[in-house]
């Protein structure tokens, strides 16, 4: 019985001595793999490079680095996401420290190598436990680690947005464009324009969520997903939540958890929002007055997509989240170069002219250097500079550097479509560059990459050609101007911070470049009126 015991006592410590060798046999090649990290700035003893990172204009700061220790640098950060969206934020506010690695990949050659040809374990998120796991129930697809639901959810998302599915919203995008372009007309204000954009823009994504169209942004619905948006950002400003810091607090009695209160209310409420809208859509199919729309398109196959109502009353909400404020930024970004740039107005105006009547999405063929204009505004100051960050599911080397599993990864767009290489002269605003380039002909950085990539890259582009064309045609876009009736010409490089970036406010005129142009906006708005 003795012997037994001793037996049993030598291979308890046998089976803990392999373990525990094993375990620091790991960490000794994990410290050995981690100093082949891709180079980046000096990391101080103790602490991580939080003080090397500003709030805001992160990118300009990783770009200057990509210049100094190449296409992709490492450098550590607490595990909560520095996205900036809080401008007043400093980095004594941040409250966590654990050695996150963050990499930055600054050319279009090693995002394509990794995010892309290596998205098998490119393509999760940094895990956001309050943003997603608590107010979303991990039902928003943007902040889903990459796994069974998230496929789930991106077919549901590429099957109601791919190329040929966004063709059928054309018609509605056309009608609120109509009203759009009515609207500038009669602004007054010289900031006026940018509701109108807005609104123009609210109502095209809830024609392909929902194929409900807005008449004006003090519509309930609107204001509800407003709320909604704001508090989002509110819940992942970094450092916001303890237990971002501290996950372990997640094992306190659920009671406790003083972190879930508020969000918790917050979900309950956009559930009943959501779950509403989808219901509403339910009830028009069955009165066979429902209109072509994501909801239509997924409610006829939900079997198919293996998606609960609840996941699909979600899915349908990521149009808005991920639709309006990058479509909006992008067309303030056409206005502030054309303003800036009036021979490329000219020279687009010339070729839109040539097509003899109102432009539409019929004549997009006929029009290469709109196209390219287009292409242009998304490169010359691009409205995501920093993507959404993704996360690496396991360990990985690129080009002799180590690359950890968890480790966070930027892809730093402002630097790939300001790279002097691929866009000398990158300030100036040419879009000749892409009729030049065949190389470029499938340019979409600022949609982003791989198994992430932008689902609705298709319908934005719809809504700025529309939106771009017909500006074009109709107006003579001109700087605004200031209270004491003075000529404001805008700064081209005044932008706001954050996940999505746009051109600081400034005032904008719209001159009918025809004697006819009034009354065919007219006639033209009366059509389409909801
Ligand atoms: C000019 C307009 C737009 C730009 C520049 C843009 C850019 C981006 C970028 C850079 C990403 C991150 C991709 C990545 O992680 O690598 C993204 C993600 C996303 N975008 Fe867009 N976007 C635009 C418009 C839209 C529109 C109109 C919609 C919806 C109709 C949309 C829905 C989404 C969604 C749902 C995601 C998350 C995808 C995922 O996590 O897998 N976006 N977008």
């Known amino acids: 019985m003795a012997s037994t015991d001793s037996i049993v006592s030598w291979l308890a410590v046998g089976a803990f001595s392999f373990l525990a060798l094993h375990i620091s046999l790991e960490k000794i090649q994990a410290v050995f793999r981690r100093r082949n990290l891709p180079p980046g700035p000096p990391r101080r003893l103790l602490r991580d490079n939080r003080a090397d990172v500003p709030v ?50 600054g050319t279009a050659e090693a995002a394509h190598d990794l995010l892309d040809k290596r998205g098998e ?16 129930g991990g039902m928003r697809g943007i902040g889903m680690s990459y796994g069974p639901r998230y496929r789930r959810w991106k077919s549901f998302m590429q099957a109601g947005l791919n190329n ?82 501290w996950p372990s607090l997640l094992y306190l009695p659920r009671f406790l958890q003083w972190f879930r209160w508020e969000p918790e209310r917050h979900r309950k409420l956009d559930t009943e929002l959501y779950m509403s809208l989808m219901n509403d859509v339910k009830r028009q199919i069955a009165e066979n007055t429902a209109q072509p729309s994501m909801a239509v398109h997924s409610l006829a196959k939900q079997e198919e997509f293996g998606l609960s109502d609840e996941e699909i009353a979600y899915a349908l909400s990521a149009p808005w989240a991920g639709g309006v404020g990058t479509t909006v930024a992008a067309i303030e970004v056409f206005l502030l170069a054309m303003i800036l740039f009036p021979a490329v107005q000219k020279k687009a105006q010339a070729e839109i002219d040539a097509v003899g009547r109102t432009p539409g999405f019929e004549d997009y063929e006929v029009l290469p250097y709109v196209q390219a204009l287009i292409k242009e505004v998304t490169r010359w100051r691009c409205i995501a500079p920093t993507g959404v960050p993704h996360s690496t599911s396991q360990d990985d080397v690129y080009q002799g550097m180590f690359i950890p599993k968890g480790a966070t990864v930027y892809a730093n767009i402002y630097a790939m479509t300001t790279d002097p290489e691929q866009f000398p002269d990158g300030d100036e605003f040419r879009p000749e560059r892409f009729l030049d380039n065949p190389q470029l002909r499938n340019y979409s950085i600022p949609f982003g990459f791989g198994r992430r990539l932008c689902p609705g890259q298709h319908v934005a582009l719809q809504t700025l050609f ?38 600081t406010p400034f005032p904008c005129r719209f001159e009918p470049r025809h004697s006819t142009t009034v009354e065919i906006v007219h006639n033209e708005a009366e059509g389409a009126e909801i």
């Open 56 to 105: 805001s204009h992160f990118w300009k700061t990783f770009a200057s680095w990509h210049k100094r220790y190449g296409p992709v640098v490492s450098f550590y950060l607490g595990q909560t996401l520095v996205i900036g969206e809080d401008s007043s934020l400093k980095p004594s506010d941040y409250v966590k420290f654990d050695n996150t690695i963050i990499e930055v990949l």
């Open 121 to 136: 374990f490119y393509s999760g998120r940094p895990r956001q436990i309050v943003g997603h796991e608590i107010l979303s």
């Open 164 to 245: 040929t599915a966004v063709l059928k919203y054309r018609p509605l995008q056309s009608l609120e464009c109509s009203l759009l372009i009515r609207d500038l007309l009669n602004s007054k204000a010289p900031l006026e324009y940018k509701a109108h954009i807005r609104r123009f823009v609210v109502s095209v994504i809830f024609c392909v969520g929902y194929g409900r169209r807005v008449k004006d942004l003090s519509d309930p619905v609107v204001v509800k997903n407003m709320e909604i948006g704001e508090y989002f950002i509110k819940v992942h400003v970094p450092g916001k939540f303890l237990v971002e810091s």
């Open 466 to 503: 529309i939106s771009i064309v017909r500006i074009l045609w109709a107006f003579e876009i001109l700087p605004g101007v200031d209270d004491k009736g003075e000529v404001v010409i805008p700064s081209p490089d005044s932008f706001t911070s954050g996940l999505v970036v746009g051109p």
